[in-house]
């Protein structure tokens, strides 16, 4: 099992739709959500993901297909 | 002697050992060197700092070493200028540079942060320093892990324009050219320094490598006379410089150094990568990352890293933010060389242009003292300017020709 952690942001058409569940049960990913925060027009989760290599990157696309924005816990590090 | 008493996470408060770690392990907040400020209150007075050698480790005690400092001992301690001409120009009362273009060794304040960030690599017995960079922090890690006989690895974009290749390669550091966008290699980089024992500059050891930053603050305030401006314009690239800026003040606050801080901070990005100007601008507690497309790379951070705590730091100051367009930036570099003779970088541009438009806006106000940071030396993005400052006039060697041409 390989683990990554992730930042996920989700405009605001998202927030209604349980795109982190459907990303789950597709992928058979765990999501282990360690942070949220979530306004009117955007939401924000930072949360650890288990899974095998190949589910966990399958799953990262899903996410960005759907429209969620997933960047690294530390943000950009070129600097 | 030590004044740190471990890190703390900045977003639950949890404690952790002083390690190399960056992380909180429950919340993934980011962690923050936690200082013993009774402890040294009883050590560091105006006088204890006046004594010591200009250089940054004279505020050592608000720096989280151990032992002596071994790096960037000649770093800091950079100028602070009074910019009369640029006050006519800008029809302002009081207005500073404070000028890192001349920092050591590298001509940037990144200079500061690497001083540190290679203190600490060795108090924790690394042999190996590393970064992702494209530019400022590339040039400083490479020459002063190379004055510390520290082997060196730089992750750089490959397709990084050369000048900033020289002015890296020249410190002879192993220069890693990833071939992929700035994504590929940010997520490169997290997985190389999980896995191999290295200090990552601005991974594994940016809490530490962070706190370097104060010192501009510091500075600013003791070369003021032990006193704070009423406004200081800052850039914003990962956003951790102006969070580190208002510490740094308000440390000596709270050592009694200076009195109330009542400064306001603004912070400066480019128009093309303006994340936590939007932020600031919104009022939103969540940074939305953007594409960055400006001529001003050293700020091209589209997903900042303390961009939350940034935006936090300038309104909980009473600032504002504010963007500029590449036109712009040109301008107000122009601006700065030809009233004061600083050639800056196009994020010392950004921060100028800034600061004309939030005094146009009236933001700042005329009459009171401004502090405008510049961070970078402009020889080293050459391209920007290059085809925006005219030509030399081209004559013949002879006294005819020169009053023909120049003269006339």
């Given at each position: 099992?390989?683990?990554?952690?992730?930042?996920?942001?989700?405009?605001?058409?998202?927030?209604?739709?349980?795109?982190?569940?459907?990303?789950?049960?597709?992928?058979?990913?765990?999501?282990?959500?360690?942070?949220?925060?979530?306004?009117?027009?955007?939401?924000?989760?930072?949360?650890?993901?288990?899974?095998?290599?190949?589910?966990?990157?399958?799953a990262?696309?899903?996410?960005?297909?759907?429209?969620?924005?997933?960047?690294?816990?530390?943000?950009?590090?070129?600097? | 002697?030590?004044?740190?008493?471990?890190?703390?996470?900045?977003?639950?408060?949890?404690?952790?050992?002083?390690?190399?770690?960056?992380?909180?392990?429950?919340?993934?907040?980011?962690l923050?060197?936690?200082?013993?400020?009774?402890?040294?209150?009883?050590?560091?007075?105006?006088?204890?700092?006046?004594?010591?050698?200009?250089?940054?480790?004279?505020?050592?005690?608000?720096?989280?070493?151990?032992?002596?400092?071994?790096?960037?001992?000649?770093?800091?301690?950079?100028?602070?200028?009074?910019?009369?001409?640029?006050?006519?120009?800008?029809?302002?009362?009081?207005?500073?540079?404070?000028?890192?273009?001349?920092?050591?060794?590298?001509?940037?304040?990144?200079?500061?942060?690497?001083?540190?960030?290679?203190?600490?690599?060795?108090e924790?017995?690394?042999?190996?320093?590393?970064?992702?960079?494209?530019?400022?922090?590339?040039?400083?890690?490479?020459?002063?892990?190379?004055?510390?006989?520290?082997?060196?690895?730089?992750?750089?974009?490959?397709?990084?324009?050369?000048?900033?290749?020289?002015?890296?390669?020249?410190?002879?550091?192993?220069?890693?050219?990833?071939?992929?966008?700035?994504?590929?290699?940010?997520?490169?980089?997290?997985?190389?320094?999980?896995?191999?024992?290295?200090?990552?500059?601005?991974?594994?050891?940016?809490?530490?490598?962070?706190?370097?930053?104060?010192?501009?603050?510091?500075?600013?305030?003791?070369?003021?006379?032990?006193?704070?401006?009423?406004?200081?314009?800052?850039?914003?690239?990962?956003?951790?410089?102006?969070?580190?800026?208002?510490?740094?003040?308000?440390?000596?606050e709270?050592?009694?150094?200076?009195?109330?801080?009542?400064?306001?901070?603004?912070?400066?990005q480019?128009?093309?990568?303006?994340?936590?100007?939007?932020?600031?601008?919104?009022?939103?507690?969540i940074?939305?990352?953007?594409?960055?497309?400006?001529?001003?790379?050293?700020?091209?951070?589209?997903?900042?890293?303390?961009?939350?705590?940034?935006?936090?730091?300038?309104?909980?100051?009473?600032?504002?933010?504010?963007?500029?367009?590449?036109?712009?930036?040109?301008?107000?570099?122009?601006?700065?060389?030809?009233?004061?003779?600083?050639?800056?970088e196009?994020a010392?541009?950004?921060?100028?242009?800034?600061?004309?438009?939030?005094?146009?806006?009236?933001?700042?106000?005329?009459?009171?003292s401004?502090?405008?940071?510049?961070?970078?030396?402009?020889?080293?993005?050459?391209?920007?300017?290059?085809?925006?400052?005219?030509?030399?006039?081209?004559?013949?060697p002879?006294?005819?020709?020169?009053?023909?041409?120049?003269?006339?």
């Amino acid at each position: 099992m390989a683990k990554k952690m992730a930042h996920l942001i989700f405009p605001q058409k998202l927030i209604k739709k349980p795109v982190i569940f459907t990303m789950a049960k597709k992928y058979n990913v765990i999501p282990n959500i360690r942070r949220a925060n979530v306004t009117e027009t955007v939401g924000e989760v930072t949360l650890e993901l288990s899974g095998t290599k190949e589910n966990l990157e399958k799953a990262r696309k899903y996410l960005e297909r759907a429209g969620v924005k997933v960047e690294p816990v530390v943000g950009d590090i070129v600097e | 002697m030590s004044y740190v008493k471990g890190l703390k996470c900045r977003e639950c408060g949890r404690l952790y050992p002083k390690d190399p770690l960056y992380v909180c392990e429950y919340c993934f907040g980011p962690l923050e060197v936690d200082y013993d400020y009774e402890k040294i209150r009883k050590k560091l007075t105006r006088d204890a700092i006046e004594s010591r050698p200009t250089n940054l480790w004279r505020y050592r005690e608000l720096l989280p070493i151990d032992s002596e400092p071994t790096d960037g001992l000649q770093s800091g301690f950079t100028p602070l200028i009074r910019a009369k001409n640029l006050e006519k120009v800008l029809k302002v009362k009081e207005l500073y540079i404070k000028d890192d273009s001349t920092n050591h060794p590298t001509l940037s304040f990144k200079d500061r942060v690497v001083a540190v960030a290679l203190s600490k690599a060795k108090e924790f017995g690394f042999d190996t320093v590393a970064c992702a960079s494209t530019g400022n922090l590339a040039n400083s890690v490479s020459a002063q892990a190379a004055i510390a006989n520290l082997k060196r690895y730089i992750f750089i974009p490959a397709d990084l324009e050369l000048g900033k290749v020289v002015a890296t390669l020249i410190y002879n550091p192993t220069l890693v050219a990833v071939e992929g966008n700035y994504d590929q290699v940010n997520r490169l980089c997290s997985e190389i320094a999980t896995k191999y024992k290295w200090a990552f500059v601005n991974i594994n050891i940016r809490p530490y490598y962070a706190e370097g930053s104060k010192t501009y603050g510091h500075e600013i305030a003791e070369q003021l006379g032990w006193k704070v401006p009423k406004h200081i314009v800052v850039p914003c690239a990962s956003g951790s410089l102006i969070s580190k800026i208002h510490k740094g003040l308000k440390e000596f606050e709270k050592l009694e150094l200076i009195k109330k801080v009542d400064t306001k901070i603004y912070a400066a990005q480019a128009a093309g990568c303006n994340p936590i100007v939007t932020a600031i601008k919104e009022k939103a507690e969540i940074i939305k990352p953007v594409k960055p497309n400006t001529i001003a790379k050293s700020l091209a951070i589209g997903n900042p890293a303390d961009g939350i705590y940034a935006a936090a730091t300038v309104g909980g100051s009473g600032g504002w933010a504010e963007d500029v367009s590449d036109d712009e930036i040109v301008e107000a570099i122009k601006l700065l060389s030809s009233t004061e003779g600083i050639f800056t970088e196009t994020a010392g541009g950004v921060t100028l242009g800034v600061t004309k438009k939030l005094i146009e806006q009236g933001k700042i106000p005329r009459d009171e003292s401004i502090v405008v940071c510049i961070t970078g030396n402009g020889l080293k993005t050459q391209e920007a300017v290059y085809e925006k400052i005219g030509k030399p006039i081209k004559i013949k060697p002879n006294i005819t020709a020169f009053e023909e041409h120049v003269m006339k």
